[in-house]
């Protein structure tokens, strides 16, 4: 949250997911203060637009491995990179 993650960043951790692009963003409360909606964030370009402009409604934590990516929430979801 301090250091938010680049353009650049967010661009190559996209193609390294398993997982649909729009659950890097987190679905929570500061999503529903926004008046977000999930339907308008599920292309690459609109998750990163809107993850430069709220870092805060970014998936973490996302661990990378071995050219792969996976947002570990909850923990076991790990599981796929070893």
Do not use: N
């Not at 999930?38 to 370009?45: G, P, S, V």
């Amino acid at each position: 949250m301090k250091t938010p993650p680049t353009r650049e960043t967010l661009e190559a951790i996209v193609p390294m997911l398993d997982t649909p692009v729009s659950e890097l963003v987190r679905k929570d409360k500061r999503f529903e203060e926004l008046k977000l909606k999930a339907e308008d964030y599920t292309t690459k370009e609109a998750v990163i637009g809107l993850l430069l402009k709220y870092p805060e409604l970014m998936q973490r934590p996302i661990i990378i491995r071995g050219g792969r990516a996976v947002i570990a929430r909850p923990a076991e979801k790990l599981a796929a990179l070893f």
